[in-house]
């Protein structure tokens, strides 16, 4: 069986190479300069990365002249879909005013104004340039406000690329223990001494949670989680274990972080709205820079003070030389002004659809798999197992995701390399098709190959 498959990646990976000769010697010219060709990890795959050259709505072109309909969208973040002439408007006229400043400018307080007023748990709120530097600052006024030093984390949840969420973000199945804690480092180097401080929870596991968080009570300054799981294809938490992690964060004195740099599109209000659940602090990222450098966190207003250098609670100094610059926020102010409920509702109704009819391909197939998501986000996974933690979606079958992932490459579908993707508001039914037609297309082509 696997021979067979490994000849057919094969088979699309030489389609794709005689299809991308531009990007293939322009990835050439990179790799002299940068590790990898790239700056930025999820931008590599194999055998090397096509080149981008222009998008507009659902459709981005690459420097040979090939067409992709995005699923990818830049990580989730182009909600309005590229190039939207709503952000391009306000840069164009920001532009001509300046791009950056030492003053803040009116730009901050509205885009501030459009999350707090949509956002429950976000009384007030600060600007990063990135969702890693947004989950950080997170931390770190948990941290100041209780004046507590151990954090909690889930196996398997990815908040950015700083030290102390960089444990258990994706060990490999031969390293895992019976237990989730002690973690795994994540890179070499790291020091040992995290693995004291950062508490690793199971996913979904009430009771091995419960215990966890019990015995390190006295310690534990903050709880960070997404409550839909962006690395295991978009995978909802159940919302008696959400609950649960509500309940008994409040009941300890710990602080609850959403971290919805990802799921903050399922509404207005983010997921947290969805699921009626209102944490302490909140990171965002992605879409609330109109497709610009962002990130944001906020949260109670009196966790909120140790930042504010004119208050007597004054605790943590928060710098940044681009943060809150006025064309990010022209730019997620215009993109928070044009997402009416009616587009989350619209956006999230065709996700449904989408994840029942990817459904029924693989069951009249009878290919095992699962389809994940939720709202506009969804993930295809190749899996006889439920998914409900980290371990049980490593059992995805790798070898069939990337003959999915490079077939639908190579028929002109973008998606993450996982096969997981996110719907934005030029998404039509149309592309739908397409890509549903492609999916079953595929299987077919590997149930044949099984």
Same mark, same amino acid.
């Given at each position: 069986?696997?021979?067979?498959?490994?000849?057919?990646?094969?088979?699309?990976?030489?389609?794709?190479?005689?299809?991308?000769?531009?990007?293939?010697?322009?990835?050439?010219?990179?790799?002299?300069?940068?590790?990898?060709?790239?700056?930025? @990890?999820?931008?590599?795959?194999?055998?090397?990365?096509?080149?981008?050259?222009?998008?507009?709505?659902?459709?981005?072109?690459?420097?040979?002249?090939?067409?992709?309909?995005?699923?990818?969208?830049? *990580?989730?973040?182009?909600?309005?879909?590229?190039?939207?002439?709503?952000?391009?408007?306000?840069?164009?006229?920001?532009?001509?005013?300046?791009?950056?400043?030492?003053?803040? @400018?009116?730009?901050? *307080?509205?885009?501030?104004?459009?999350?707090?007023?949509?956002?429950?748990?976000?009384?007030?709120?600060?600007?990063?340039? /990135?969702?890693?530097?947004?989950?950080?600052?997170?931390?770190?006024?948990?941290?100041?406000?209780?004046?507590?030093?151990? %954090?909690?984390?889930?196996?398997?949840?990815?908040?950015?690329?700083?030290?102390?969420? /960089?444990?258990?973000? /994706?060990?490999?199945?031969?390293?895992?223990?019976?237990?989730?804690?002690?973690?795994?480092?994540?890179?070499?180097?790291?020091?040992?001494?995290?693995?004291?401080?950062?508490?690793?929870?199971?996913?979904?596991?009430?009771?091995?949670?419960?215990?966890?968080?019990?015995?390190?009570?006295?310690?534990?300054?903050?709880?960070?989680?997404?409550?839909?799981?962006?690395?295991?294809?978009?995978?909802?938490?159940?919302?008696?274990?959400?609950?649960?992690?509500?309940?008994?964060?409040?009941?300890?004195?710990?602080?609850?972080?959403?971290?919805? %740099?990802?799921?903050?599109?399922?509404?207005?209000?983010?997921?947290?709205?969805?699921?009626?659940? @209102?944490?302490?602090?909140?990171?965002?990222?992605?879409?609330?820079?109109?497709?610009?450098?962002?990130?944001?966190?906020?949260?109670?207003?009196?966790?909120?003070?140790?930042?504010?250098?004119?208050?007597?609670?004054?605790?943590?100094?928060?710098?940044?030389? +681009?943060?809150?610059?006025?064309?990010?926020?022209?730019?997620?102010?215009?993109?928070?002004?044009?997402?009416?409920?009616?587009?989350?509702?619209?956006?999230?109704?065709?996700?449904?659809?989408?994840?029942?009819?990817?459904?029924?391909?693989?069951?009249?197939?009878?290919?095992?798999?699962?389809?994940?998501?939720?709202?506009?986000?969804?993930?295809?996974?190749?899996?006889?197992?439920?998914?409900?933690?980290?371990?049980? +979606?490593?059992?995805?079958?790798?070898?069939?995701?990337?003959?999915?992932?490079?077939?639908?490459?190579?028929?002109?579908?973008?998606?993450?390399?996982?096969?997981?993707?996110?719907?934005?508001?030029?998404?039509?039914?149309?592309?739908?098709?397409?890509?549903?037609?492609?999916?079953?297309?595929?299987?077919?082509?590997?149930?044949?190959?099984?």
């Amino acid at each position: 069986m696997n021979q067979k498959l490994n000849q057919l990646l094969d088979k699309q990976k030489n389609q794709y190479i005689s299809k991308t000769k531009k990007s293939y010697e322009m990835q050439k010219i990179s790799e002299k300069y940068m590790p990898g060709g790239s700056t930025r @990890t999820t931008q590599w795959m194999e055998p090397y990365p096509f080149y981008a050259d222009n998008a507009h709505g659902s459709i981005m072109t690459d420097i040979d002249g090939n067409n992709y309909l995005d699923f990818m969208i830049n *990580a989730t973040s182009l909600i309005l879909g590229h190039s939207s002439e709503e952000v391009k408007n306000v840069l164009n006229t920001q532009i001509q005013k300046g791009t950056a400043y030492s003053a803040p @400018t009116d730009g901050q *307080a509205k885009l501030a104004k459009l999350i707090t007023d949509r956002t429950r748990s976000m009384e007030t709120l600060r600007f990063t340039n /990135s969702g890693t530097e947004a989950t950080m600052m997170a931390i770190m006024a948990a941290r100041a406000y209780t004046q507590k030093h151990k %954090i909690a984390k889930f196996e398997g949840g990815y908040h950015g690329t700083h030290d102390h969420v /960089s444990i258990s973000v /994706s060990p490999k199945a031969e390293d895992l223990k019976e237990s989730t804690h002690p973690g795994i480092l994540q890179y070499p180097g790291q020091p040992k001494s995290l693995l004291n401080d950062v508490i690793v929870l199971p996913f979904n596991d009430i009771e091995k949670s419960k215990e966890l968080i019990n015995a390190h009570r006295e310690d534990l300054a903050c709880l960070i989680m997404e409550p839909v799981i962006s690395g295991l294809g978009y995978l909802p938490l159940k919302q008696n274990f959400l609950q649960f992690t509500r309940d008994i964060t409040n009941e300890l004195d710990i602080v609850l972080i959403y971290d919805e %740099i990802q799921s903050y599109r399922l509404a207005p209000g983010g997921a947290q709205e969805i699921f009626g659940i @209102t944490p302490d602090l909140t990171s965002l990222g992605k879409i609330i820079g109109g497709g610009l450098p962002v990130g944001a966190f906020g949260g109670k207003e009196e966790i909120m003070e140790t930042l504010n250098p004119s208050s007597n609670n004054y605790k943590l100094s928060h710098a940044g030389t +681009f943060n809150g610059n006025p064309l990010t926020m022209e730019a997620g102010a215009a993109v928070m002004s044009t997402l009416t409920k009616d587009k989350y509702t619209n956006m999230n109704s065709m996700g449904d659809s989408l994840r029942i009819k990817l459904n029924s391909i693989f069951d009249e197939l009878e290919i095992d798999s699962q389809i994940t998501g939720i709202g506009s986000l969804f993930g295809i996974n190749f899996n006889s197992n439920k998914i409900k933690d980290y371990r049980s +979606f490593i059992n995805n079958n790798n070898l069939l995701t990337k003959v999915l992932f490079m077939g639908l490459l190579n028929n002109g579908v973008l998606m993450q390399t996982k096969n997981a993707g996110a719907l934005n508001i030029k998404t039509t039914e149309n592309d739908l098709n397409k890509l549903v037609g492609l999916v079953r297309d595929i299987s077919t082509e590997i149930k044949s190959n099984l």
